[in-house]
């Protein structure tokens, strides 16, 4: 990721306006701000929710607060507490997202 273009600046996730997308269980929402070609977003999963999609996007994803399961196409899954983080490329390994309880992530992409 080659990050340019961009001047120093803050963000107050509060104040940036959450947008609903919902899930095959659940919803989303989402705090998003773009920068060029960089998406970051804050986003709350409600408790119960499940994907509705199998994602190809590369994502850094880093846990704040709940459990997320994480499942690949290929079967293997991974659960992320607060303070633990993925990782993955672009079109390198499907996945999608679930949790019980609900969680907040931030993530990049």
């Known amino acids: 990721m080659i990050i340019s273009d961009i001047p120093f ?23 998003t701000r773009q920068f ?6 804050m986003v709350e999963y409600s408790p119960r929710y499940v994907a509705d999609h199998w994602c190809e996007k590369g994502h850094v994803l880093f846990c704040l607060q709940g459990e997320l399961r994480t499942e690949l196409k290929a079967g293997r899954v991974f659960m992320l507490t607060p303070g633990q983080s993925y990782q993955v490329g672009d079109n390198q390994e499907a996945h999608r997202s679930s949790t019980e309880g609900g969680a907040t992530l931030f993530i990049v992409d």
């Open 36 to 41: 060029g070609d960089i998406r970051v977003r």
């Open 9 to 31: 600046g803050t963000t107050d996730w509060a104040k940036v306006e959450k947008t609903e997308h919902p899930g095959e269980v659940g919803v989303a929402y989402w705090r």
